[in-house]
Structure formats: structure tokens, C-alpha cells
């Protein structure tokens, strides 16, 4: 059993525990293996290394390098043998992990070219003898096929990162490509017939997993029930009313690889939020594709947390028109562009103006309009602009935001978005067009 990455972070007790409480489930459900996803390292280098060291199953990525020493983080592949076919299992982290997390965090971290790397590793499991090979990786449908194309001598992808409900295996090649939602929400099984070492026949299954079909198991659910007794009181903190669906968009994909392109209604409300209680212009947040639904009704601290998992803060800063007129462009070409090494997160997110853009013009010349809530949007002009600390240090390929003047630091996202909640008899997501798509 493998798992495709993101294991350790996205949840509240994720982050009560610095990821070792997912460590212990999987370990828990006897996974074999799991490759560094791009929010491994966001509770720093150092607990990641523990969480590697500690973790009993395989932690593994053949394209990470420590900066200092130039050694692996970890080791690049496994071999298992199953029911006598002998299978190597490789490991390719997500190259562009250091536009998605803060920069402390992965700063004696190397990431090498996932096709380069899988080259030689390709080659290092044939000359040990092995049938299959696997590569388990953290890299996004349409890099999944484009990874197939370029290495030749992978029998299979179990990919992840992108969040694709695959039904059915992708064949490209000579590769099949398969992937299983994100969050828990599908088992996928992939069962193999292989003579003299090609895969001759294939069946693909994709299993929902909802509560109301499966029976608990009540070894697991000790080891849940044990995790949580120390932390119970935050867990159950209620902390407001939701009094419709908070839904993040374009959390989980098909068959096909999608763009990351839409306004999505709960990053909208984060937005207006931060805008509001900062008294800015603007208020930017990263295209997400993380997080799971809040239903009406009570919302607890950790079904906020999931949907706002990481430390970010909340800064302020004075931006022109032009520079925000910049930070839109990029956001369009991390979407658009056919470049696969530059493609990253989706559709910023924003409070406070409406932008209209044009992907099939040129790069850095796609926004066709801005239009400001407060005043007229000017290039000229200078605006009060809120965003969180990830895209100020570079986030998502956002360098602009590096040239703002008078920085200000306003504390946890988080913790500003669940106190806004707090003063509210209840909250719903804004339904006002922010962002269109034209030509």
C-alpha cells in the first residue's frame, strides 16, 4: 500500500503534534510506502528528518538533496517482492516544494529534476534484478505524463498532488498512471499480471471511502481515540455557525488533468475577512487545492484548521495599481502557462476588486481590466494591500510583493479568520463574481 505524499500536514492535529500523529495512523495501517509530498517539510527540515527516521514504513524520494552535505534527505527507492515478482518502488518529490512552503522551511533542501533523476534510478533498479518498476510520485497529473514520455522503463505512476479521482489507469506509453483522490476520500487498488517482466493485463478499482459503508475498525479507532485524548478540549472547540456549505474550489479532480483556475467561495470570505479587519484596499490570498467542506451547521476548530492549515501571517504593505495589476499576470501565467516547470497553485484569490483576464494573450499581458471596490483602480496609485506570508516571500512565483513598502505584520491567519468567525451569529461564503475569464 502506498500513499502519494501531503501525509503530515493539512489537519489540526497534524499540526498539535508537528505531523506525528499521521506518522502513527499509517503506521497503523501497514503502508508500505510514501513519497515526500510539497507539505512535508512545513514544520521545518529538522522534524521532517525525525518524522522519516521515526516512521515505521518507508519514506522515500530519490530527488531531495540536503544543501550542506549534498546526501539524500532519505533513500531514493525500496524494493519489495510481491507474491514473487520483484518490484522497485521510487520516490520523486515535488520539484517546485519551495514556491509552496515558507522559504526556513526547506532552505538545506535540494530539488532535483523528478525525469533526470528517475533516469538513473530506472537504471539502478534493472541492473538489481527487479520485474516492475514504480514510480510513486508527488508531481501532478499532466507532470505524471509528461514524466511517462520523457523516462522510458517505468511500469506504472501512483501519483498524487493533484488530486485526481482516476477511475481508470492512464496508459501512456508503455506506463500506466493511476491516482486516488486526496483527503481519504477513495482506496485505489491496481492489480497487475505480469510475465517475464511486462504487464500484461490490468484492473483498476476505485473505492469512495464514506463513513456510512465501511464498518470501523476498532484497533484503528483505539489508536484515533488515543491520539485525541490529550487534545480533546481543541478539538471540540466550537467556534462558530456556518449557515450554508463552506466550500473550497477545485479541491478534487477527474480523470483528466484541470487547470486551478476558479474563484473559489470560502477563499473569497478568508479574503473579505482580512481585507476587513486590516482596513486595506486589497486583500490577495494563494489559489489552494487543500481542504475539505464545511457543512452548516457548528464549526470546530479543526474543521477551520484544515481549510487554513498552515502558520501563515497576516501582512500589510502599500502597493502601486501597476504592481498589483503585476501580481494578477502572474497568478494567470501560473495557471496558463504550458511551461510544466513553472506551473504552480491556482487561481489567486481576492477581496476588494474584480480582475478580468485574457490567457490567450501574452505572457504578462493578460489582465484586461481591473476593477477596485472602494476607487477607481489607477496604475499610478498607491493601495493598502493584506495577503498572508506565504506569497510575501515569494510564494506561488509572486515576487511583487517583495517590492512593498511600509510592511506590517498582523498575526495568524488562522487565528484571524476563527475570530472574525467568533463575533458572528453566522458566516457564508460572498456569491459576487470576482474573476473572469474571457476570450
Known amino acids: 500500500m502506498f500513499d502519494a505524499g501531503d501525509l503530515i500536514g493539512d489537519t489540526m492535529i497534524a499540526q498539535l503534534t508537528d505531523g506525528e500523529a499521521l506518522v502513527r495512523i499509517f503506521e497503523t495501517l501497514r ?35 540536503r544543501k550542506d552535505s549534498g546526501t539524500l534527505l532519505t533513500r531514493p527507492y525500496i524494493i519489495k517482492d510481491f507474491d514473487g515478482v520483484k518490484v522497485g518502488v521510487i520516490g520523486l518529490a515535488y520539484p517546485k516544494t519551495p514556491w509552496t512552503t515558507a522559504p526556513k522551511n526547506v532552505a538545506n533542501f535540494v530539488f532535483e529534476d523528478p525525469a533526470d533523476v528517475a533516469r538513473n534510478a ?27 514520455k520523457q523516462v522510458q522503463g517505468i511500469d506504472v505512476i501512483v501519483g498524487g498532488h493533484s488530486h485526481n479521482r482516476m477511475h481508470e489507469a492512464r496508459r501512456v506509453g508503455e506506463t500506466l498512471i493511476v491516482q486516488a483522490g486526496a483527503h481519504g476520500s477513495d482506496l485505489g487498488r491496481l492489480d497487475l499480471v505480469v510475465e517475464n517482466g511486462k504487464i500484461t493485463e490490468h484492473r483498476r478499482n476505485l473505492y469512495p471511502l464514506l463513513a ?3 464498518d470501523q475498525d476498532s484497533a484503528v479507532q483505539q489508536v484515533v481515540e488515543d491520539i485525541h485524548a490529550p487534545y480533546r478540549d481543541v478539538l471540540d472547540e466550537p467556534i462558530g455557525q456556518a449557515d450554508e456549505w463552506l466550500i473550497r474550489a477545485q479541491t478534487l479532480a477527474g480523470q483528466q488533468p484541470r487547470k486551478r483556475d476558479a474563484q473559489s467561495p470560502v477563499d473569497s470570505l478568508f479574503a473579505d475577512i482580512l481585507r476587513e479587519t486590516t482596513r486595506s484596499d486589497v486583500a490577495f490570498l494563494p489559489g489552494v487545492g487543500y481542504g475539505v467542506a464545511i457543512p452548516p451547521g457548528k464549526i470546530t476548530a479543526p474543521q477551520l484548521r484544515q481549510l487554513v492549515p498552515h502558520e501563515g501571517k497576516v501582512v500589510t504593505m502599500q502597493l502601486s495599481g501597476k504592481q498589483i ?18 506551473k504552480v ?9 474584480h480582475f478580468t483576464y485574457d490567457p490567450k494573450r501574452s505572457s504578462g499581458n493578460r489582465i484586461v481590466e481591473i476593477q477596485m471596490q472602494e476607487r477607481p483602480w489607477r496604475a499610478d496609485r498607491t493601495y493598502r494591500v493584506a495577503t498572508n506570508s506565504m506569497l510575501v516571500s515569494g510564494g506561488h512565483r509572486q515576487s511583487t510583493f517583495s ?8 498575526g495568524s491567519q488562522y487565528e484571524m479568520i476563527k475570530s472574525y468567525f467568533q463575533k458572528q451569529s453566522g458566516v457564508s461564503s460572498p456569491d459576487d463574481i470576482r474573476i473572469r475569464q474571457v476570450g
Open 31 to 65: 503502508y508500505d510506502a510514501v513519497v515526500i509530498g510539497n507539505h512535508e517539510p512545513d514544520f521545518g527540515g529538522g522534524t521532517l528528518a525525525k518524522r522519516i527516521d521515526t516512521a515505521g514504513f518507508a519514506v522515500i524520494a530519490a530527488n531531495v538533496r
Open 122 to 148: 530506472v537504471k539502478e533498479l534493472r541492473s538489481q534484478g527487479v520485474d516492475l518498476v514504480i514510480a510513486l510520485t508527488h508531481l501532478g497529473l499532466g507532470a505524471d505524463v509528461e514524466l511517462a
Open 212 to 214: 456510512t459503508e465501511f
Open 325 to 342: 495589476r503585476d501580481i494578477l499576470n502572474q497568478a494567470v501565467e501560473n495557471v496558463f502557462t504550458k511551461d510544466i516547470d513553472k
Open 345 to 353: 497553485g491556482g487561481m489567486i484569490q481576492v477581496s476588494g476588486l
Open 403 to 410: 517590492g512593498g513598502s511600509q510592511l506590517q505584520e498582523h
